[in-house]
């Protein structure tokens, strides 16, 4: 049997600089996809974390409302439960660095009094570039300017929340992580829940 001279040429073996370059581009494209997204996902973990951190300490300041926590007096007296019961005080704004704090609320005015007899008994800072831009109540959205307090704190013994001084059970924040990445945290201090959500529940 013979073969004729095209059916004797060899096929190309290997790629074209072309399918090479081709092949390039699509690996860098990929590559490039997994990476953004995988930084989307980190990002999303930080902010949610941010949250849960400032929900696990509202609820540690409710429950030891709840428990009557005793704390040794400011006046040297014996231990007994402060009379405004427990808060953590949110501080953002612009020229701050977003923190958060519990305190004992000794003088029963429900807000935390920064160099009075209220006692911090912890502090912490949000994570960098994480910060609160909304401490919303039902119906309304407190307006502050420069440096802004989200105060909750639990009257015992049932116990009540109070927002910012006044009696009002729900409140919402809203916390954000660069370019429209957002998270919220809502309290209904009165049954004690603190739903973290990526979507609003206050409208």
Known sequence: MFLNNHEMKSSPVGMTLVELLVTVFIFVVLTTMIVVNFQQLDRGRLLRENVTRVADLLREARVQTQA??????????????PPGG??????FGSGVAD???LYADWDGNHLYDRGRDDVVLRKKLLDRNVVVTACKQKDLLP???????CDL?????KPATYVNGDLYQEVEMRFELG??????LYVNGAIGQFEESPHA???
């Open 153 to 157: 704190s639990f009257q015992p013994p």
């Open 201 to 203: 529940r206050i409208p």
């Open 143 to 149: 307006a502050c300017g420069g440096v802004c307090t």
């Open 179 to 184: 370019d429209g990445l957002e998270h919220y």
């Open 68 to 81: 009557g926590v005793p704390l040794d007096s400011p006046d040297g007296g014996d231990p007994m439960m």
């Open 99 to 101: 923190q958060y704090l």
């Open 86 to 91: 427990y808060g953590v005080a949110v501080v």
